[in-house]
Protein backbone atom coordinates (compact mmCIF):
# COMPACT_ATOMS: atom_id res chain seq x y z
CA UNK A 1 0.00 0.00 0.00
CA UNK A 2 1.72 3.21 -1.03
CA UNK A 3 1.48 6.18 1.62
CA UNK A 4 1.93 9.59 1.76
CA UNK A 5 2.92 11.94 4.18
CA UNK A 6 2.29 15.85 3.82
CA UNK A 7 4.22 17.98 6.12
CA UNK A 8 4.81 22.11 6.24
CA UNK A 9 1.24 23.52 5.91
CA UNK A 10 0.38 26.46 8.15
CA UNK A 11 -0.62 30.29 8.18
CA UNK A 12 1.18 32.63 6.67
CA UNK A 13 0.60 36.34 6.03
CA UNK A 14 0.09 37.64 2.09
CA UNK A 15 3.04 37.97 -0.27
CA UNK A 16 4.84 34.85 2.43
CA UNK A 17 6.25 31.81 1.43
CA UNK A 18 5.79 28.20 2.31
CA UNK A 19 7.41 24.66 1.44
CA UNK A 20 5.32 21.42 1.31
CA UNK A 21 6.94 18.23 1.76
CA UNK A 22 5.36 14.85 0.87
CA UNK A 23 7.27 11.16 1.85
CA UNK A 24 6.45 8.25 -0.13
CA UNK A 25 6.52 5.43 0.79
CA UNK A 26 6.87 2.86 -2.10
CA UNK A 27 9.43 2.23 -4.81
CA UNK A 28 10.54 2.69 -7.45
CA UNK A 29 9.36 6.47 -6.48
CA UNK A 30 11.60 7.68 -9.18
CA UNK A 31 9.12 5.70 -12.21
CA UNK A 32 5.96 7.83 -10.24
CA UNK A 33 4.52 11.23 -11.56
CA UNK A 34 3.76 13.38 -9.09
CA UNK A 35 1.65 16.41 -7.88
CA UNK A 36 -0.17 18.70 -5.95
CA UNK A 37 -3.82 18.83 -5.66
CA UNK A 38 -6.11 21.56 -3.35
CA UNK A 39 -9.36 21.73 -2.11
CA UNK A 40 -10.95 24.79 -0.40
CA UNK A 41 -14.26 24.86 1.26
CA UNK A 42 -16.74 24.55 -1.29
CA UNK A 43 -15.17 24.22 -4.32
CA UNK A 44 -14.07 21.47 -6.47
CA UNK A 45 -10.64 19.78 -6.01
CA UNK A 46 -7.99 21.72 -7.95
CA UNK A 47 -4.63 20.22 -9.57
CA UNK A 48 -1.50 22.71 -8.67
CA UNK A 49 1.30 21.29 -10.09
CA UNK A 50 2.78 17.66 -11.28
CA UNK A 51 5.99 16.42 -12.26
CA UNK A 52 6.89 13.62 -13.91
CA UNK A 53 9.64 11.00 -13.54
CA UNK A 54 11.86 12.87 -16.26
CA UNK A 55 11.28 15.96 -14.36
CA UNK A 56 8.91 17.14 -16.75
CA UNK A 57 6.75 20.05 -14.71
CA UNK A 58 3.45 21.86 -15.50
CA UNK A 59 1.68 24.32 -13.20
CA UNK A 60 -2.26 25.69 -13.53
CA UNK A 61 -2.53 29.35 -14.61
CA UNK A 62 -2.96 30.58 -10.84
CA UNK A 63 -0.10 29.41 -9.38
CA UNK A 64 2.93 29.79 -12.19
CA UNK A 65 5.56 31.76 -11.46
CA UNK A 66 4.68 31.62 -7.89
CA UNK A 67 4.87 27.56 -7.03
CA UNK A 68 7.45 25.22 -7.66
CA UNK A 69 7.37 21.29 -7.58
CA UNK A 70 10.48 19.21 -7.03
CA UNK A 71 11.39 16.43 -5.87
CA UNK A 72 14.15 14.15 -4.70
CA UNK A 73 14.09 10.49 -5.84
CA UNK A 74 17.01 9.67 -3.40
CA UNK A 75 14.72 10.63 -0.27
CA UNK A 76 11.65 9.41 -1.96
CA UNK A 77 10.23 12.62 -1.22
CA UNK A 78 8.41 15.81 -3.23
CA UNK A 79 8.02 18.92 -2.63
CA UNK A 80 6.44 22.44 -3.51
CA UNK A 81 7.81 25.74 -2.94
CA UNK A 82 5.34 28.19 -2.41
CA UNK A 83 6.04 32.22 -2.84
CA UNK A 84 4.11 35.67 -2.99
CA UNK A 85 1.07 33.76 -1.43
CA UNK A 86 -2.26 34.98 -1.74
CA UNK A 87 -5.43 34.36 0.03
CA UNK A 88 -6.79 32.33 -2.44
CA UNK A 89 -4.32 30.12 -2.37
CA UNK A 90 -6.10 28.80 1.23
CA UNK A 91 -7.26 25.38 0.86
CA UNK A 92 -5.95 21.51 1.66
CA UNK A 93 -3.23 20.54 -0.36
CA UNK A 94 -2.67 17.10 -1.01
CA UNK A 95 0.26 14.68 -1.99
CA UNK A 96 -0.94 12.49 -5.20
CA UNK A 97 1.11 10.16 -6.97
CA UNK A 98 0.74 8.18 -10.24
CA UNK A 99 2.36 5.43 -9.37
CA UNK A 100 2.66 3.99 -12.93
CA UNK A 101 3.63 7.25 -14.63
CA UNK A 102 1.45 6.73 -17.35
CA UNK A 103 -0.26 10.45 -17.10
CA UNK A 104 1.43 13.13 -18.51
CA UNK A 105 2.19 16.07 -16.28
CA UNK A 106 -0.36 18.29 -18.54
CA UNK A 107 -3.04 15.69 -17.97
CA UNK A 108 -2.88 14.99 -14.37
CA UNK A 109 -3.06 18.81 -13.67
CA UNK A 110 -6.04 19.23 -15.66
CA UNK A 111 -7.88 16.00 -14.69
CA UNK A 112 -6.08 15.07 -10.75
CA UNK A 113 -8.55 12.27 -10.69
CA UNK A 114 -6.10 10.80 -12.47
CA UNK A 115 -4.04 10.40 -9.81
CA UNK A 116 -3.96 7.42 -7.36
CA UNK A 117 -2.87 8.11 -4.32
CA UNK A 118 -3.31 10.32 -1.98
CA UNK A 119 -1.78 11.60 1.86
CA UNK A 120 -4.31 13.00 4.13
CA UNK A 121 -3.42 16.61 3.41
CA UNK A 122 -2.24 18.98 4.61
CA UNK A 123 -3.70 22.89 5.71
CA UNK A 124 -1.94 26.07 4.03
CA UNK A 125 -3.92 29.42 5.02
CA UNK A 126 -3.01 32.73 3.95
CA UNK A 127 -4.61 35.81 5.67
CA UNK A 128 -5.00 39.35 3.82
Known amino acids: QVQLVESGGGSVQSGGSLRLSCIVSENPYSAMSMGWVRQAPGKEREGVAA???????NYTDSVSGRFTISRDNAKNTLYLQMNNLKPEDTAMYYC??????????????????????WGQGIQVTVSS
Open 96 to 117: AADIYGKASTHSLVLWPALFGY
Open 51 to 57: IGSDGVT
